[in-house]
């Protein structure tokens, strides 16, 4: 891991904990992240509102400091985007690491949960151009994100999202190498990473938008499997189960069996009406089970659905 930011502080006469409270206060509510838990604080410093990201030590890892959090202070360094989330401050030794983030309101998540209605149709376009700007962005200096769902974008009160939590974020390397299966929760997953095909690309960052997309039309998710299997099911019963003439090489992937049954699949449109002719024409495009068919964040920022705003 070269691109390893060099270390910022070496105090060992004092721990964590205790470098932590010379600068921050806890102001609010804790959440528990995939690495570790993140909570509300102040820069005392500065009087201004951060989120400070505490990873959990990790003996298996170097020097106790967990590789993801090394990667994701070593990504974060390189990018500077209005929708990406800012790293203001970290720190990292033999006792553990954190890292300190801009604040935000909430993620968007709960703002689904907790809005009262649906929400409007030009919301719904907002949020998914900001969003693939984000990631057009991330693409462009070759950056999979890998983890992109509603806890993972947060929202301003200006209605500014930003695409948070870079834990298993990575750079991509040409020609493509064979990344790991255990990324993207699951119901944000691409059939071909559940597929075993660990020559993966951006598209799988492509199918996580979209799955984000409908689930702000229906205000939950689109697919919501309990397993690996249960999820594929779900995705072959909107769009067929794939075939070697609409996913050439399908069959010799890993996972695939013979076995499965046959979907003839239903238009997306009966599931997620309230998009409109253009959003559905959108999807299907980010949806695409076949990975080399599926649109990417460049071309999808001049589609119709969502290429008005400027």
């Given at each position: 891991?070269?691109?390893?930011?060099?270390?910022?502080?070496?105090?060992?006469?004092?721990?964590?904990?205790e470098i932590i409270k010379q600068r921050y206060s806890k102001t609010g509510k804790k959440t528990n992240d995939l690495f570790g838990v993140v909570?509300?604080?102040?820069?005392?410093?500065?009087?201004?509102?951060?989120?400070?990201?505490?990873?959990?030590?990790?003996?298996?890892?170097?020097?106790?400091?967990?590789?993801?959090?090394?990667?994701?202070?070593?990504?974060?360094?390189?990018?500077?985007?209005?929708?990406?989330?800012?790293?203001?401050?970290?720190?990292?030794?033999?006792?553990?690491?954190?890292?300190?983030?801009?604040?935000?309101?909430?993620?968007?998540?709960?703002?689904?949960?907790?809005?009262?209605?649906?929400?409007?149709?030009?919301?719904?376009?907002?949020?998914?151009?900001?969003?693939?700007?984000?990631?057009?962005?991330?693409?462009?200096?070759?950056?999979?994100?890998?983890?992109?769902?509603?806890?993972?974008?947060?929202?301003?009160?200006?209605?500014?999202?930003?695409?948070?939590?870079?834990?298993?974020?990575?750079?991509?390397?040409?020609?493509?190498?064979?990344?790991?299966?255990?990324?993207?929760?699951?119901?944000?997953?691409?059939?071909?990473?559940?597929?075993?095909?660990?020559?993966?690309?951006?598209?799988?960052?492509?199918?996580?938008?979209?799955?984000?997309?409908?689930?702000?039309?229906?205000?939950?998710?689109?697919?919501?499997?309990?397993?690996?299997?249960?999820?594929?099911?779900?995705?072959?019963?909107?769009?067929?189960?794939?075939?070697?003439?609409?996913?050439?090489?399908?069959?010799?992937?890993?996972?695939?069996?013979?076995?499965?049954?046959?979907?003839?699949?239903?238009?997306?449109?009966?599931?997620?009406?309230?998009?409109?002719?253009?959003?559905?024409?959108?999807?299907?495009?980010?949806?695409?089970?076949?990975?080399?068919?599926?649109?990417?964040?460049?071309?999808?920022?001049?589609?119709?659905?969502?290429?008005?705003?400027?």
């Amino acid at each position: 891991m070269s691109d390893i930011p060099v270390q910022k502080t070496n105090e060992p006469k004092l721990t964590l904990k205790e470098i932590i409270k010379q600068r921050y206060s806890k102001t609010g509510k804790k959440t528990n992240d995939l690495f570790g838990v993140v909570y509300q604080a102040k820069d005392e410093k500065k009087a201004i509102p951060v989120s400070i990201k505490l990873y959990q030590q990790c003996e298996e890892d170097i020097d106790g400091i967990q590789s993801n959090c090394l990667r994701e202070i070593a990504i974060l360094k390189k990018l500077n985007h209005n929708n990406i989330i800012k790293m203001i401050d970290y720190y990292y030794g033999i006792e553990g690491c954190y890292i300190v983030f801009e604040s935000c309101d909430r993620n968007l998540e709960e703002y689904i949960k907790t809005f009262a209605g649906e929400l409007s149709l030009n919301t719904v376009q907002l949020i998914s151009k900001q969003l693939l700007e984000a990631v057009e962005y991330l693409h462009s200096h070759r950056i999979l994100h890998r983890d992109i769902r509603p806890s993972n974008i947060i929202l301003s009160l200006s209605r500014t999202i930003k695409l948070t939590n870079f834990s298993l974020s990575r750079q991509v390397t040409i020609p493509i190498r064979k990344y790991t299966q255990e990324v993207v929760n699951i119901w944000y997953r691409a059939p071909e990473i559940i597929l075993s095909d660990h020559g993966y690309g951006t598209g799988v960052d492509i199918w996580s938008v979209g799955c984000v997309i409908a689930e702000l039309i229906n205000s939950k998710p689109l697919f919501s499997g309990d397993c690996k299997i249960g999820q594929l099911f779900q995705i072959f019963q909107i769009f067929g189960t794939p075939t070697e003439e609409s996913w050439p090489g399908v069959t010799k992937m890993v996972n695939w069996s013979n076995r499965f049954p046959k979907f003839k699949g239903k238009q997306l449109h009966s599931v997620c009406s309230r998009i409109g002719d253009q959003g559905i024409d959108l999807l299907n495009k980010m949806l695409c089970c076949y990975p080399n068919k599926r649109i990417d964040a460049k071309e999808a920022l001049k589609h119709p659905f969502i290429s008005f705003y400027n």
